[in-house]
């Protein structure tokens, strides 16, 4: 076990980072491990490629079974993305007896359960702490640090692309519109953004982490996902006057031993640690039942800060390797899964509501409200000249998310209501 033999796939933006790392830090890993790390292949698209890092060419191939069925490799790094022929190539990796290390968020919230089930019935260890926001370990908190504790709360920035452009919009007053070009034009997000925009790429990582936090497989299709796309400088502005900033938040929550994972737009109250949290940065707020609040905060993406995490997945393989108890620390859930209705998902909530304005129109509203009990926490009234409507703003105290649906349709259907033009929920 003295050198431990890499099948590296994928050299882009997080490949090169691996390699740049095993290279810097070369006699640390040496001396944690007690083993020498060594790439033997290189998994890539095109060998004629130029690339960011100086690799032997001889490294390279395109041919995925010099990797996954090879027996000259130890430990699969799987830093090329994709789903359905990564999965493939991950099982038989798993089956030939490898252990592997992904950063591939979108193959784990889709099959995370079964390449663990492969992976422990082969006694082989897979770890992907790169997956959810790049160079923060949250993962290893999830299952190593909370061990010990019950998780009763999850929210994360947990995409960097969307919290730079609602940390654009709020600063600088911007459009939606305006911001994505610039972010598109800075490389922060992608030619086509869906994936980030729309909220899916965050569900993906609030799946794992329920995964892991709540200790019950949380499926993909058990996240409700909303993005950023409806979101307008107006939302921004009166969020700001009444002491919020608006973020798009993963929520993860449990009550009893039913919980609710999702993803939307929210109103973080200024003075909630996530509300600071700007640009690209991201951030996981973990509120325990024993530890209380925590937070960890950091890059969620990038070459060497997703690295980081990689190799230190390696280490902990190889360290596992010279213990022999590889697929011994696997963190399976073992809890049914049980999820809430919106009867049981209680928060506050903002709305914005454009309304005649004339005598009355409030005393209609609040009627609707006091109809399905729920109780107001503020009312605002905003003079707009570029707007014919009055701006009414609302501010619940907690309400179930049930009774909420039914108070916006009955809004909507009011003569005095033109429109239900917002509604977030508010945290902190
Ligand atoms: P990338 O820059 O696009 O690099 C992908 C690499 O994989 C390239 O070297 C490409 O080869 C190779 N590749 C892709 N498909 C292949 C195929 N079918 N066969 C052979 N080689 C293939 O991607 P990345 O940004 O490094 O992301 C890699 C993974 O890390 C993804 O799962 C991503 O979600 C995850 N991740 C990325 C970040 C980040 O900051 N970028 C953060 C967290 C997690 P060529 O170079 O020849 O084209
Ligand atoms: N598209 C992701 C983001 C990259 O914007 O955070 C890291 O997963």
């Known amino acids: 076990m003295d050198t431990i033999r890499i099948g590296l796939m994928g050299l882009g933006t997080v490949g090169s980072g691996v390699v740049r790392i ?3 830090h070369r006699d640390d890993l040496l001396r944690q491990t007690g083993s020498h790390i060594e790439i033997r292949k290189i998994l890539v698209q095109s060998t004629e490629k130029l690339r960011d890092v100086n690799v032997p060419q001889h490294l390279l191939t395109t041919d995925p079974e010099d990797i996954a069925g090879a027996p ?3 430990v699969v790094v799987e830093v090329m993305g994709g789903v359905p022929q990564t999965k493939l190539l991950l099982e038989k990796a798993l089956r030939s007896g490898k252990h592997v290390v992904t950063a591939n968020k979108d193959l784990m919230a889709l099959h995370g359960a079964e390449l663990l089930s492969v992976a422990a019935e082969q006694g082989c260890d897979i ?3 790169a997956s959810v926001a790049g160079g923060i370990p949250i993962i290893r908190a999830l299952t190593e640090s909370f061990s010990s504790d019950r998780i009763m709360r999850m929210l994360g920035i947990v995409n960097g692309t969307t919290n730079f452009i609602l940390t654009k919009m709020s600063l600088e007053g911007a459009s939606y519109e305006e911001v994505l070009k610039e972010a598109q034009a800075l490389g922060y997000a992608e030619a086509d953004p869906t994936s980030d925009v729309e ?12 995964t892991l936090g709540f200790r019950m497989n949380v499926a993909l299709s058990d996240v409700e996902a909303k993005g950023i796309t409806g979101v307008t400088k107006e939302d921004i502005l009166y969020g700001q006057r009444l002491g919020y900033e608006l973020k798009l938040l993963g ?5 009893g031993d039913s919980v609710s994972v999702s993803v939307q737009p929210a109103m973080v109250r200024k003075s909630h640690p996530l509300a600071s949290v700007n640009g690209v940065f991201n951030a996981v707020y973990v509120y325990g039942e024993a530890v209380g609040e925590t937070m960890f905060y950091g890059q969620g993406a990038g070459a060497m800060p997703t690295a980081t ?13 010279r213990l022999n108890v590889n697929g011994q620390r696997l963190s399976r859930p073992y809890k049914e899964k049980r999820l809430q209705t919106d009867d049981r998902i209680r928060g506050k909530f903002f709305l914005l509501l454009h309304v005649e304005d004339r005598a009355g129109v409030l005393a209609q509203i609040t009627q609707v409200f006091a109809k399905h009990d729920v109780s ?6 905003h003079p707009n000249a570029a707007n014919p409507s009055a701006e009414i703003i609302i501010i619940t105290h907690d309400a179930d998310q049930a009774s909420m649906k039914n108070v916006i349709a009955e809004c909507e259907n ?3 209501v033109n429109q239900v033009k917002s509604v977030y929920r508010v945290i902190g």
Do not use: C, P, T
């Open 251 to 255: 929520l993860a929550e449990r009550d």
């Open 22 to 24: 095993l290279e810097n």
């Open 309 to 321: 995490s990689v190799v230190a997945d390696l280490v902990s393989v190889v360290k596992n390797m």
């Open 199 to 210: 909220g899916l790429d965050a569900a993906r990582k609030m799946a794992i982490l329920a």
């Open 414 to 416: 009011l003569d005095v």
């Open 72 to 74: 000259d490799i130890d």
């Open 127 to 129: 770890f992907y702490e």
């Open 376 to 381: 107001l926490e503020s009312v605002l009234q």
